[in-house]
């Protein structure tokens, strides 16, 4: 069979769902953080996929990692495992807390996977009364059904039919009414270190040390949902080292495969027990191929001149975008942590981040948004100073049609 039709934006209208709504150009080729599009147009990447290419497009030791195991094996169902699971497994149980894990193919199944393990720790532990899980507004976790009903937009539940059950939504930030609320019935607190969809919002130090606080106190397990600030984005290997607080399950997942599809739940010995043979499982999770990529992914961001060089990269970014905003007054603030950056328009500018997205492609340069308000940016961890410069210098141009 024969493509008839031209491959070209165009043809998205005709054979795919519309779920999406991607821009015009159609990139086919990536080097470092930079992409060409099929007209040959060069863009400097400062989204990496969103959050995901941690390591810039095709980077070698990815590349070699693939072909490598590419040409010994591909696959295996779960009846037999594989070296490059048992090594990636290995590895991330060194740079955590966690003494197991569990492979999905996504943020989203790693999460299902961590609910699903507190779900039945609890129900084992204490009976089926403790069931509740918390989780906060504009909080993300994916979008299966379980996953997309924790998340604290019921935009993005609704409509579906019957949700699954006992899920409730606190503000982010709010001891007082997390206080008031949590009670022996609740089996888990489900939270982002640092919320990325919901507009790159920090946590409070004092928000997560009573989340663990309380955890403890009523017999409720810690998730954090670590799948966009996982993997060195904010400086530490998981954004939890740097917080002080350690939780009991997290997941991981976008930058943990550099652009190669995997994640994973990790966890104690301790609650893995309560995952007994049948109980939960992935076709595809433990892939011999992915588990190859993130091998090489962690091996590199792992290593402590990587995390090092993301706090240096965001100084970069922090000084050119106060610098740019001297220049065109858009910003109320610069906030976020790492790589993880969010530039939040001030009440002039309110609504408009998807017009900087699109100004900033014009001028060659890709950004991201986390909702209306904020600019965000989750360039590559090894993003060269030369291309951050010559990225920063695109969005001035991109800002200065727009405040024209
Ligand atoms: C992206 C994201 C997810 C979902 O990951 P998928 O791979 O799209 O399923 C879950 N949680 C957080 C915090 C994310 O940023």
Redesign the pocket.
Known sequence: MTVESKVERGLFDEVMVPCYNPMEMVPVKGEGARVWDQQGKEYIDFAGG??VSCLGHCHPAMVNALTEQGQKLWHLSNVMTNEPALRLAKKLTQVSFADKVFYAN??????EAALKLARRYAADKFGPEKSEIIAFKQ??????FF?VTV?GQAAYSDGFGPKPGDVTHLPYNDIETLRAHISDRTCAIMM?PL???GGIIAPTDEFVQTVRELCDKHNALLIF?????GNGRTGHFYAYQGLGVTPDIL?T??SLGGGF?I?AMLTTAELAEHLKIGTHGSTYGGNPLACAVAEAVVDIVSDPETLKGVAERETWFREGLNKLNEKYQMFAEVRGKGLLLGAALNDEWQGRARDVLVAAGKEGLMVLVAGTNVVRFTPSLVITKQEVEEGLSRLDKALATLSK
């Open positions: 969103i959050a996504s943020g989203a199944e790693a999460n909080g993300f976790h994916g979008r299966t996953t998340g982002e919320q990325g969809e949902d670590e799948v966009q600030t997941s997942a976008k599809p994640g």
